[in-house]
């Protein structure tokens, strides 16, 4: 039945018919109405009501012309969905729809997916809602999914526009609600406990000088009795209601049962094993994990049994009806070669073709020196000297010509961690090292390790201690085969850290979680880089909340399983502090400031790589030319002339915001880009696009793969080297057993079992992932122009899959194909739901 606001019209006007879809109850933890509406209907009357807005003012008043409304009742019900239907007649002086309130009179909050308006003579009008709308009394706006820059705004829809910002922006008061839409900023206080322990007291990361970081989504959450600059930790970790996660990805991924089950599986754990800090005694034993399993006893949390059964079933195999077995999957890499741990040649090539390659450069200057301070450090001058490097390079020249003919790489996480050795130290049952690793590029393409230099800064009375470590078939001989496979074991250790706190969650997804919010709060959702943007947002607050609740928090998973321990989020703090830019996270401007590439206008892509096959980077490249002519074709579009983009007050308070709020703690960085030009909008939408895509995907999917086997990529090493200071008790277990050396300083049964679930979760692509490039969105397909850019778009890309087929099928390409060597698949666009190693979703979604 149609409702009218205001006089009515008696002038025969228009019939239009507007169609509702919601999503129906999937099993979620939050069911959309289905069951009971009929009788709800039935009873009092209620239902969905809508209301038209046009986009033109009343020519007679010069004011918003009368919406017109109607009430929309359940019409039908298919799969997952429900359907509702309402009918207008709309004055012939009504003009175009813009919008469309909606009322939900119902009990419950619905789901609202879209809004079709037939009827009209130039066809339907789609509204893409994808958004849950709360019962009575407040009205929810839906724009039309035509685009819509600020002053291109139609007279009737631009005090709606800015209420809805106004909205979403909030107060900045009050505690936030479950079904809140409210998207403001906090620093991480609410990271430690300290009401329910001192000891789990962290710096507050964020808004101050010692402590810089991005900001996170503000819950208003009361602070703590103990100390009120600190927020209570509670078990609800509040996100905007439209960035919780679907049904689908809710019952892969939910962070309750997670949270629960991992808690479960490492109680039970306990008890099996009377003592946590037991590691295993034998390879064998390792082995049995994916062999064998773990019989679990009865659990007795409903939560963690349906976190084994539902979220890592795969993990999970059924005993008997009291008794499950935990079993892993083996990874991809043992598959293909038991012993692929083992060699140098994979430690070297993971470098460039596994889960971080982000961390090798190259060595521009000799000798190598530290730029700590040599009174608090030690003597800066690195151990790794000209004659080392010489003898293990004969026939291939000196270092200085090494230097200079680009052959020389590293893995330098000397500086960054020495100065937390000493206080790492001080925590029972890990220990810490500055290293420096260094590799030779051969004639085969391939890196070829060098050394390993370990250092200990002076403390407790010792002077500084730092030894250089070389490869076996260097220097023959059983103690240095052994000293140097234990090296190697820190400095894997060294790259988990830094990859899982830095490349990952600092780079990924703590930097985008103010993108989100500034989107949200400065961006209509009628702009059309709202809708640009938009993909590459989903879910991200609802990540990194679940991992504020159990991952990155004061003795969380991260603190318990790697070597930085509860120093863990401080030192992402110094990497943002010291190391962050907004300009180097460009994949061009990253290769070029490791060393990794060089301008070169003849070549692909305008850069010159120093290593020819480094899987990441040559794939990277390709998706990121991909992306950044999508976008360019997308901007352009939109902005003709840099007038049009400083005119812009939406996206010049995004970006404002983002510099000065977001990212305030850096906001005098004179590196942030000018937003002048079009071309200064291409190049920070796909530097976005990147981080929250393809960089992502590189540091993420993989992490079963490499890690799921941990000898490979141990998170921490738990006993410091042989040679420093040993007792004669150490030492002589060393001589006689150095294989037991090894695995007592590997991570522990629980330890290294709980990263393997995780690792196995995150590795993990939901069933309805989004791949970049995949599918057309509607906004996209309102403009024709737009459309013919995506077709070329998803085109690129697929024929960016074939390219990377070939490549691993290229014998001459070492780093990605050989004899038991996993292909380097990361930048592959698409994939199916699982742990596949390819696929590249369009955002920071786990």
């Known amino acids: 039945m149609m409702r009218k606001s205001g006089t009515k019209n008696t002038t025969k006007g228009q019939n239009v018919k507007a169609i509702v879809t919601v999503k129906g109850s999937g099993g979620g933890l939050l069911n959309v109405v289905r069951d009971g509406v009929e009788a709800i209907e039935g009873l009092v009357g209620r239902t969905l009501v809508l209301e038209l807005v046009s986009i033109e003012l009343d020519s007679k008043t010069n004011s918003e012309a009368k919406t017109i409304k109607g009430d929309a009742h359940k019409s039908e019900e298919k799969d997952d969905e429900v359907y509702y239907e309402a009918t207008f007649e709309l004055p012939s002086d009504f003009g175009k729809v813009g919008a469309v309130l909606v009322e939900n009179e119902l009990h419950k909050e619905m789901f609202l997916k879209s809004i079709v308006l037939d009827g009209f003579p130039d066809g339907p009008v789609h509204l893409t809602c994808e958004s849950w709308v709360q019962p009575s009394p407040d009205k929810r706006v839906f724009f039309t999914d035509k685009s819509y820059l600020p002053s291109q705004t139609p007279s009737g829809l631009r005090r709606l526009r800015e209420e809805e910002l106004k909205l979403l922006r909030g107060n900045g008061e009050g505690e936030r609600k479950d079904s809140d839409r409210i998207y403001d900023y906090d620093v991480y206080n609410d990271l430690g406990d300290p009401d329910s322990n001192p000891n789990l007291k962290r710096p507050i990361l964020g808004g101050s000088k010692q402590y810089p970081y991005p900001r996170r989504c503000c819950t208003g959450r009361d602070h703590s009795n103990s100390d009120p600059m600190y927020e209570k930790r509670s078990s609800d970790f509040y996100v905007p209601r439209d960035e919780t996660f679907s049904d689908i990805k809710e019952s892969q991924f939910n962070k309750s049962t997670i949270s629960s089950g991992l808690s479960a599986i490492s109680e039970t754990l306990d008890a099996i094993l009377t003592d946590q800090n037991l590691g295993f005694t034998s390879f064998e034993d390792i ?29 999970i195999k059924a005993v008997n009806d009291t008794q499950n077995l935990l079993r892993f ?70 270092v200085e010509e090494a230097i200079k003919e680009k052959k020389l790489y590293m893995l330098d996480y000397h500086d960054i961690l020495l100065p937390y050795v000493s206080k790492v130290r001080e925590v029972e049952g890990t220990t810490l090292y500055g290293s420096r690793t260094l590799f030779f590029l051969t004639e085969q393409g391939t890196l070829k390790p060098l050394s390993i230099e370990l250092t200990r800064p002076p403390m407790n009375g010792k002077p500084q201690w730092k030894q250089v470590f070389t490869p076996s078939h260097a220097i023959f001989h059983s103690t240095n085969l052994w000293l140097w496979r234990l090296a190697k074991a820190h400095v894997i250790a060294h790259d988990s850290g830094y990859h899982e706190l830095i490349n990952h969650w600092l780079r990924t997804h703590a930097v985008m979680e103010p993108f989100v919010i500034a989107t949200n709060r400065q961006l209509s959702a009628m702009h059309p880089i709202y809708k640009l943007l938009h993909p590459h947002l989903r879910f991200t607050m609802a990540i990194n909340a679940f991992a504020r609740e159990i991952l990155i928090n004061a003795d969380g998973i991260i603190e318990r399983s790697f070597s930085p321990n509860k120093y863990s989020m401080e030192l992402s703090s110094v990497a943002y502090d010291q190391l962050w830019r907004f300009d180097l996270q460009a994949l061009p401007n990253d290769l070029i400031d490791r060393g990794m590439a060089e301008v070169d206008p003849s070549a692909p892509h305008g850069l010159k790589l120093t290593i020819k096959d480094y ?123 150095p294989e037991q050396t090894l695995l007592e300083s590997f991570a522990s049964q629980i330890q290294a079992t709980t990263m393997m679930v995780v690792y196995n979760v995150l590795s993990y692509h939901s069933p309805d992932e989004e791949y970049i490039g995949q599918y057309l969105k509607p906004s996209w397909a309102e403009d024709q122009t737009i459309k013919v850019a995506f077709e070329k778009f998803n085109s690129k890309l697929k024929e960016i899959e074939g390219v990377i087929d070939s490549r691993n099928a290229d014998s001459n390409l070492k780093n990605r194909h050989g004899v038991g060597v996993v292909p380097y698949e990361q930048m592959k666009p698409f994939s199916g739901p699982g742990i596949t190693g390819k696929g590249i979703p369009y955002s920071v979604s786990i």
Do not use: C
Not at 287 to 312: A, C, S
Not at 331 to 343: A, L
Not at 642 to 663: F, N, Y
């Open 615 to 737: 899987p990441f980077a040559s794939d990277g490249l390709l998706i990121w030319d991909a992306l950044k002519e999508w976008i360019t074709d997308y901007v352009n579009h939109y902005y003709a002339t840099p007038s049009i983009i400083e005119s812009d007050h939406e996206l010049q308070a995004w970006w404002k915001e983002i510099r000065t709020v977001g990212h305030g703690d850096k906001s005098e960085e004179p590196w942030w880009p000018n937003l002048k030009t079009p071309k200064d909008l291409i190049d920070i939408i796909t530097t976005i696009a990147w981080i929250a895509s393809a960089h992502h995907a590189a540091v993420n999917f993989g992490q079963y793969t490499y890690g799921g086997y941990f000898p490979n990529r141990p998170n921490i090493v738990r006993t410091k080297m042989p040679t420093e200071d040993p007792s004669k008790e150490e030492w002589e277990t060393f001589v006689n057993k």
């Open 287 to 315: 082995d049995t994990i994916y062999k064998e399993g773990f019989h679990l006893p009865p659990l007795k949390d409903n939560n963690g049994l349906n976190f084994l059964q539902r979220v890592i079933p795969r993990l």
């Open 329 to 398: 999957d083996t990874p991809e890499t043992v598959k293909r070669d038991r012993f692929f741990w083992i060699s140098d040649e994979e430690f070297a090539r993971e470098t460039l073709a596994g889960v971080n390659p982000y961390s090798i450069q190259l060595v521009k200057e000799w000798p190598l020196r530290s730029k700590l301070e040599p009174q608090i450090y030690g003597p800066p001058e690195s151990a790794i000297t000209k004659e080392v490097i010489e003898s293990h390079i004969v026939g291939y020249g000196t």
